[in-house]
């Protein structure tokens, strides 16, 4: 049997590496990509404006099982025009969904705040939908310290 | 079993109020991505939404997905014009329905 040279170690060290690089890129890049067409799909394509919508999360999440969460969007709530939905997704999660919120007029004010599972390190995305047929996106991100998706 | 929810609704208001109501359901959330002690996948079971209405009326509601925690809690506003009574509505993916409602008085 040929014995490795010190070349040929470090040249399978590297492609060793590069091949675990590859798959967690790509792991993370398919939830991404999950998330993004999740958006598309709530949209229908359609061009989302930035801002206007705020995400509260803490900066770093000890515990990822339970990460409060809350969203508004600084827009009147009139009964003609008002924000009639909130999509929240999570693109580093096995399933990027989070929540979707349905307002009313009679809910007043567009906000409202849960607690969620995050399993890593990641952007939270939010888009608004009002019942003129807008769209307002949003995203933050946040670092988590122990993901909480089980194992 | 069905857990008791707990409310945080304000008793009085006055007409026109922008009031906090806060709703929490006991409930695991299971999220379908666990492994039991054999190692087999534990089946998703969670409250896949949320429903709140005010005299009949929809307020509030949301879908959820097994992103969110365990023993669900959600935060919102409403806007009462008149006295009435708020519904919670909690639908499990095994179709149980576990609903709460809660008076206002509007003076």
Same mark, same amino acid.
Request: glycine content about 8%; hydrophobic content about 40%.
């Given at each position: 049997?040929?014995?490795? &040279?010190?070349?040929?170690?470090? +040249?399978?060290?590297?492609?060793?590496? +590069?091949?675990?690089?590859?798959?967690?890129?790509?792991?993370?890049? +398919?939830?991404?990509?999950?998330?993004?067409?999740?958006?598309?799909?709530?949209?229908?394509?359609? %061009?989302?404006?930035?801002?206007?919508? &705020? =995400?509260?999360? %803490?900066?770093?999440?000890?515990?990822?099982?339970?990460?409060?969460? &809350?969203?508004?969007?600084?827009? %009147?709530?009139?009964?003609?025009?008002?924000?009639?939905?909130?999509?929240?997704?999570?693109?580093?999660? %096995?399933?990027?969904?989070?929540?979707?919120?349905?307002?009313?007029?009679? &809910?007043?004010? +567009?906000?409202?705040?849960?607690? =969620?599972?995050?399993?890593?390190?990641?952007?939270?995305?939010?888009?608004?939908?009002?019942?003129?047929?807008?769209?307002?996106?949003?995203?933050?991100?946040?670092?988590?310290?122990?993901?909480?998706?089980?194992? | 079993?069905?857990?008791?929810?707990?409310?945080? *609704?304000?008793?009085?208001?006055?007409?026109?109020?922008?009031?906090?109501?806060?709703?929490?359901?006991?409930?695991?959330?299971?999220?379908?991505?666990?492994?039991?002690?054999?190692?087999?996948?534990?089946?998703?079971?969670?409250?896949?939404? #949320?429903?709140?209405? #005010?005299?009949?009326?929809? *307020? #509030?509601?949301?879908?959820?997905?097994?992103?969110?925690?365990?023993?669900?809690?959600?935060?919102?506003?409403?806007?009462?014009?008149?006295?009435?009574?708020?519904? #919670?509505?909690?639908?499990?993916?095994?179709?149980?329905?576990?609903?709460?409602?809660?008076?206002?008085? *509007?003076?």
């Amino acid at each position: 049997m040929r014995q490795l &040279s010190r070349r040929d170690a470090l +040249a399978l060290g590297v492609s060793g590496a +590069a091949i675990t690089f590859v798959g967690l890129d790509e792991r993370a890049f +398919a939830a991404a990509k999950e998330a993004s067409e999740q958006i598309a799909k709530f949209t229908g394509g359609m %061009p989302a404006v930035s801002g206007k919508i &705020s =995400i509260e999360l %803490p900066e770093i999440a000890e515990n990822g099982n339970t990460v409060p969460l &809350s969203v508004s969007v600084d827009a %009147p709530m009139g009964a003609d025009n008002y924000v009639s939905e909130i999509l929240v997704v999570a693109d580093g999660n %096995p399933n990027p969904g989070v929540a979707t919120f349905h307002f009313s007029p009679l &809910s007043a004010k +567009a906000q409202a705040s849960t607690r =969620i599972r995050l399993a890593t390190t990641q952007n939270i995305i939010a888009v608004a939908k009002t019942s003129k047929g807008e769209f307002l996106t949003g995203q933050r991100l946040v670092k988590v310290t122990v993901g909480g998706c089980g194992g | 079993m069905a857990e008791k929810p707990r409310l945080k *609704v304000p008793k009085e208001a006055k007409k026109g109020d922008l009031i906090e109501i806060k709703t929490l359901l006991p409930h695991v959330m299971e999220s379908g991505q666990r492994k039991d002690r054999d190692g087999k996948m534990i089946p998703r079971k969670i409250i896949n939404k #949320f429903v709140c209405e #005010f005299n009949g009326k929809p *307020v #509030f509601a949301v879908d959820l997905e097994p992103a969110v925690a365990a023993n669900p809690y959600m935060q919102f506003h409403a806007k009462v014009d008149e006295s009435g009574t708020f519904k #919670f509505s909690w639908i499990d993916d095994d179709g149980t329905v576990t609903t709460a409602e809660e008076s206002v008085t *509007v003076m």
